[in-house]
């Protein structure tokens, strides 16, 4: 979508290794969330940030680290990958808690596979 | 946030009216109904949200009950790019709302 970008877009990595995802916005939107995309699963929370350097746990959120150092970018680092980490991951943007007119935006995701 | 309860699938003839059902009978009072789709390999998209009032966008209508137990998201004229899963979803605008997505309903438009 238009203001949010996702990189990489795909990636392959081996089991043990660091990975970072990056989420950028150019949308000065205040909030931003991480979410993973599984089968039989759904959406599912792991991290969110409503500011700078403000951020909390979601619902999966163990084996995965965020920082947010500027508004428009969100970082998710899995700090040692883990095949159970292999996932689509789609990053989230919102104006205020409650979500602008429009809701959430969000990005078009990275489909991650740990080997 | 209430839980809601929708179809796990459901097929549309494309052209015609697609009613999509949800019902949230624990819905409180500051809960929102939210909808969303979400079509193969992209990410959720917004579609419409209200608390009590019927609602109207480009994309669709969100039908609220009375007791607001339950709503139904029309898309008027469905065709085949509808076909996704479609997510409703219940939450408060206040406090942590973070939007939490269900298994959602994989709704197909057919020819």
């Known amino acids: 979508d238009a203001g949010i970008t996702q990189s990489p877009r795909h990636k392959v990595t081996e089991t043990g290794t660091p990975v970072t995802l990056r989420c950028h916005q150019t949308e000065n939107h205040r909030y931003m969330y991480w979410y993973r995309q599984d089968p039989g699963h759904g959406l599912r929370l792991i991290h969110y940030s409503y500011g700078v350097k403000d951020t909390d746990k979601g619902e999966v959120s163990d084996g995965y680290s965020v920082s947010r150092s500027k508004t428009e970018d969100f970082l998710l680092t899995l700090e040692s990958a883990t095949s159970s980490q292999t996932s689509v991951y789609f990053c989230?943007?919102?104006?205020?808690?409650?979500?602008?007119?429009?809701?959430?935006?969000f990005g078009s995701g990275t489909r991650l596979t740990v080997v | 946030d209430a839980k809601t309860t929708q179809p796990t699938s459901m097929d549309c003839a494309e052209g015609r009216a697609a009613n999509l059902p949800c019902n949230h009978s624990t819905i409180s009072g500051n809960e929102y109904v939210y909808w969303y789709r979400q079509i193969h390999s992209q990410g959720p998209q917004y579609i419409i949200h209200g608390l009590k009032n019927n609602e109207t966008n480009e994309m669709a209508s969100l039908i609220i009950t009375e007791d607001r137990k339950s709503s139904t998201l029309i898309l008027p004229h469905a065709t085949l790019r509808d076909t996704a899963v479609y997510y409703c979803?219940?939450?408060?605008?206040?406090?942590?709302?973070?939007?939490?997505f269900g298994k959602g309903n994989q709704v197909v438009v057919i020819p």
């Open positions: 989230a943007i919102s104006d205020r808690q409650g979500g602008d007119n429009y809701g959430y935006t």
């Open positions: 979803i219940v939450r408060s605008s206040y406090g942590n709302n973070r939007l939490a």
